[in-house]
């Protein structure tokens, strides 16, 4: 088996999401011409007077950013869902529409903006944990929010536009479709076997150890099988437990130690601030029975040959599935290499 | 409705796809301090004595191109999918991996390294249009190929890595999730309504005239419903036809003039040529009945402000679903503008 999948053409299942990817090892041979993103090698302040994200700052909207010491949560100014009690439904059945409100917030994880998480000692990272988990409580315990996407942008080439270390949370009424569909394979899963997806795949890894890269006593970081982006990881809990809230008091610390290690070994790899874009799925807060979900942080990081070498996702994968060239074992084994 | 659409969050549905996108039309006052692309400015000369693609040149495997004189087409020296007899398939159900064997080509839309679709004639586009038929006609007649892929990458922010105009086929064993998806929605309309899902979609469009763009006798191009990406468009034959090669000897010119339309509109709205990823959705090869299908041309251009600003399909994007800023009507009104 593992030489096959090594050296020729194939395609991998994603278990969550039920879709392909196809997977060309023998391609990473292919010269590079193309677009190389630029590298900002820059050491940045731990105050810019310019950054509306730094304490005491002021905000587009006016606002005077409070002397916060750890974590500091704000509505986004621009936030792409508004709040509202609207309920518009378009009446053809080839033209559809819906209403679809919410609320978007910012996370500073640290008021020192030179840092980012792979800097932050593990006590810090604990604390945007916590705050993850009151904000996913307290945003889910809402009437109108049924789904609560906690999710980073880092880096220029992610779209991130204040490198202070931040995240995003979008908060909204109906299930998102990448959402929808690890829904479903989980639910399915869940009625058949009575045991959690993500748990089960989970002995099967640990029991094969190509694709993982560390693992403490509550959580694993790996590449999935099914990996679409050349260094993609995924941190699982061991236990089945379906959202961030579930994670045993004493247990943070173990979730913070997973994010720190697979944060720095990333800078290390192409010795850069890694780009990414990392979110954390986790069951749904619109009140059903979710008992199958098994919450899991996935990271998705462009970066394919150098610190400027990005892979595309052009073409092909936007018109017939995703492709990568490296294999989901090469990259655990660089990445583990780095530990 | 229409002030509700313009105005608020909302959700549409891809009937394609299945899915849904977010529109935040609220959101384009949100100032914008992230990542530029760069501007390539500089006018390319007919023939680069560096581009493996003019005509003459030597390829990285030692070919030489030879004098063509429209369209050249040959195997991807660096083909994603291997063409063999192989066989393969893991047996865990949670770890899934099958065989996808395939074959690649390039095809120079002309030997004029300074065009590009934009700068052709119609007479010269007619060519690709004619050489995509036959691509599309002798591999898709192999057993092993059930479908085919044709697309191009073009600019250097769609991971293109050389200018001379050029897109590419894909042809493979099985059939991709994009094109899995469109095979179902169309199959069970198709099913329901005894006629296509496009054509009555199209009848909707052109009755409504919001998101047309162009139309001739036999084509419309327009901003559908659904689209994702800032200035998406689509060309769609106005009778059902299954495939390309289906087009009426007569209408390839006016498939010819819709490409030829949309291309150089495009290069007007930033005044630069307008990057994109194309590609064509069509029938699957693969002889079972595939008469639901209504073959289509889609655009999915990156850039949202300005020659050099693009939306970012990132954290939100990734882990929940797409999210755009302006309407599609609010663009299709920018495009038609420029006609
Ligand atoms: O085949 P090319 O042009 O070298 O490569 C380009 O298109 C391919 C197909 O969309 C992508 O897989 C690559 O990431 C992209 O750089
Ligand atoms: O909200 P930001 O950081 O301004 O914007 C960034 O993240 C959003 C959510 O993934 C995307 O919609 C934007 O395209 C991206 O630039």
Redesign the pocket.
């Known amino acids: 088996m593992e030489d096959y999948l090594q050296n020729a053409s194939h395609k991998r299942f994603n278990i969550l999401t039920e879709e392909w990817v196809l997977v060309s090892p023998h391609r990473t041979k ?1 010269p590079w011409q ?1 677009q190389e993103e630029e590298l900002s090698t820059s050491k940045r302040p731990s105050y810019d007077p310019n950054c509306y994200l730094c304490a005491g700052n002021k905000r587009a909207n006016g606002e005077v950013n409070p002397n916060y010491e750890d974590v500091f949560i704000f509505k986004n100014d621009f936030a792409a869902l508004t709040h509202g009690k609207e309920n518009y439904k378009t009446d053809h059945k080839l033209i559809k529409a819906e209403t679809e409100t919410g609320i978007c917030k910012v996370v500073c994880f640290s008021p020192d903006h030179s840092k980012s998480l792979a800097q932050m000692s593990i006590r810090e990272i604990e604390k945007v944990i916590n705050a993850w988990q009151r904000e996913y409580k307290n945003l889910g315990k809402k009437d109108s929010i049924n789904y609560v996407q906690i999710f980073e942008n880092k880096g220029e080439v992610m779209g991130c536009s204040n490198p202070h270390p931040h995240g995003q949370i979008w908060s909204q009424s109906s299930l998102p479709n990448e959402v929808l569909k690890k829904d479903r394979s989980q639910f399915n899963y869940f009625s058949e076997e009575s045991s959690s997806l993500l748990e089960d795949y989970l002995k099967q890894e640990i029991k094969l150890k190509k694709r993982i890269i560390f693992e403490n006593e509550a959580f694993v970081v790996l590449i999935p099988f099914w990996a679409i982006w050349p260094y993609e990881t995924m941190i699982i809990p061991k236990a089945h437990q379906t959202d961030i809230c579930k994670i045993p008091v004493a247990e943070t610390v173990l979730f913070a130690e997973a994010i720190s290690v697979i944060t720095k070994v990333y800078d290390k790899l192409f010795n850069c601030s890694f780009p990414y874009s990392s979110g954390i799925h986790q069951s749904p807060t619109d009140k059903a029975n979710n008992e199958h979900w098994h919450w899991h942080m996935s990271f998705y990081p462009p970066l394919l040959r150098s610190a400027t070498v990005k ?7 936007m018109f017939a599935s995703p ?1 990568r060239d490296i294999t989901a074992e090469a990259a655990a084994e660089s990445l583990r290499y780095l530990l």
Do not use: S
């Open positions: 292919r193309g892979k595309f996702m052009v073409g092909y994968e492709q």
